[in-house]
């Protein structure tokens, strides 16, 4: 799984190169994100999901946050979350070929059931599913959603929380022994990182050849 997609750089050379099926997550409203929606849907190999920017508890260092235009903050009620979903879908084109979103930091929105109620029944009700992407160990959620009965999944291991080849290299690793011993695995890694493609394209490939097989989340049960 990749997050973070929306403004093309040379880490899309890298992506093009992985032939092996990839969930991606578009943030909605970037230079090239309803380009990508497009280009990426013609692939047979990705599914694609809405990246959809939610308040974290700390305030985000992250000087792009500021030019978001689709963004739960903690204020948002439960009409301007639908709205914010709704517009984020038709800003990416992206109605009937995206099908899920998840959230792109959010620990604030995600450990509030407040907040994930209207997200959780607007996800449900155009049959989408949702990913937590975990950013808190108190998200509240996945397991709202399970018990809404609304299809949802989430993250298990960040792949690059540190940009550096050996630790990115363990952590998939360690992603793939726990995918065997469990018999399934989310991961999460960023095409924002400088390393994250470039260990996945070298070490996808041995692990496919020993049986590992690559799905969408759409795919698991």
Known sequence: MLDDLGIKTSQYLLLMDIPYKLNVAIIPGLKNSRELVKELTLMNRFELLAHIPMEPFTPPTD??????PFYIDRHATATTIRRIL???MDQLDG????????????????????????IIDWVG????????????????????AHRQHVKAYHNEIFLDGVD?????QDKLKKAIERARSEGN???IGHITRKN??????DMMPRFAQQGVRFVWLSELK
Do not use: C
């Open 125 to 144: 009700s155009h049959q989408l599913y949702l990913l937590d992407s975990l950013t808190s160990r108190s998200s509240v959620a996945y397991e709202m």
């Open 95 to 118: 109605w009937g070929f995206i099908k899920g979103i998840n959230n792109h930091m959010g620990s604030y929105v995600t450990s509030s059931p407040n907040m994930m109620t209207p």
């Open 63 to 68: 000087p792009l946050v500021q030019t978001y």
């Open 164 to 168: 550096e080849l050996d630790y990115i």
């Open 86 to 88: 709704d517009a984020s």
């Open 196 to 201: 994250t493609l470039l260990v996945l394209k």
């Open 185 to 187: 695995v989310v991961a």
